[in-house]
């Protein structure tokens, strides 16, 4: 079974608009991963926020992380239509390796 | 250059007629892992290999199966494959010791059953 929930599942927003979307999951981590997708190819990994980290930063992408909550953020300022993909959430589930994926948002940037 | 290569891009096997996916690195990772990804869904792990140790997910069928024979290669054997197996096949490395580190994933085959 899939480790979390995300939310939105799909997100429609204007360029230059900044978009948020949220990631749930259920066991303990030591970290957690979001990813990209676009259309029919490979995932690309986009940031990592360790467990002992509450938030991060990669050039427009923001993430934050409550453990207590089970609960993670990914930010993304200053949207373009180039971001149109789907971005999961993934985690490792506090098992050596393993990393599983959360439902993922399909986010829509109109130019 | 590629570093995570799955081949054959696209698959069309006949139902119930076994079909193997193939997948190699050039990265010298650990860590590979196997994915079947439906149209609109999120990656489901069917297994990964941690070095030579084959772990299996519980909800993974019987009909799959994988093969390592070496740090570079690894092989989903899908035995007996039926309509509903039709899927994006993902295959992915990473390089862990004591807590998972990015990974990188291939492009992808495309199963169709007919």
């Known amino acids: 079974s899939q480790q979390g929930e995300e939310d939105p599942q799909a997100l429609s927003i204007q360029e230059g608009e900044n978009a948020t979307m949220n990631c749930s999951y259920k066991t303990s981590i030591n970290n957690l991963q979001w990813y990209r997708q676009n259309s029919g190819r490979g995932l690309v990994h986009l940031i990592l926020?360790?467990?002992?980290?509450r938030e991060k930063h990669s050039g427009r992408l923001r993430v934050t992380l409550d453990t207590s909550k089970k609960s993670s953020s990914l930010l993304i300022t200053a949207s373009r239509a180039a971001d149109t993909a789907s971005y999961f959430c993934?985690?490792?589930?506090?098992?050596?390796?393993?990393?599983?994926f959360g439902q993922g948002t399909e986010l829509s940037v109109k130019p | 250059d590629a570093m995570v290569i799955q081949n054959p891009r696209y698959q069309v096997t006949q139902f119930g007629k076994p079909v193997t996916l193939s997948c190699s690195q050039t990265?010298?990772?650990?860590?590979m892992y196997w994915y079947q990804q439906k149209s609109s869904q999120a990656p489901k792990l069917l297994f990964h290999y941690y070095d030579k140790d084959f772990n299996n997910e519980a909800d993974t069928p019987d009909n799959f199966q994988s093969r390592r024979p070496n740090t570079s290669f690894c092989f989903l054997d899908i035995r007996s494959p039926g309509l509903g197996d039709a899927a994006m096949y993902l295959c992915?490395?990473?390089?862990?010791?004591?807590?998972?580190?990015?990974?990188?994933f291939g492009q992808g085959t495309r199963l169709t059953v007919v």
């Open positions: 992915a490395t990473s390089r862990v010791r004591e807590k998972n580190t990015e990974a990188f």
């Open positions: 926020i360790r467990s002992n980290e």
């Open positions: 993934a985690t490792d589930a506090f098992v050596r390796g393993k990393l599983i």
């Open positions: 990265l010298n990772h650990n860590v």
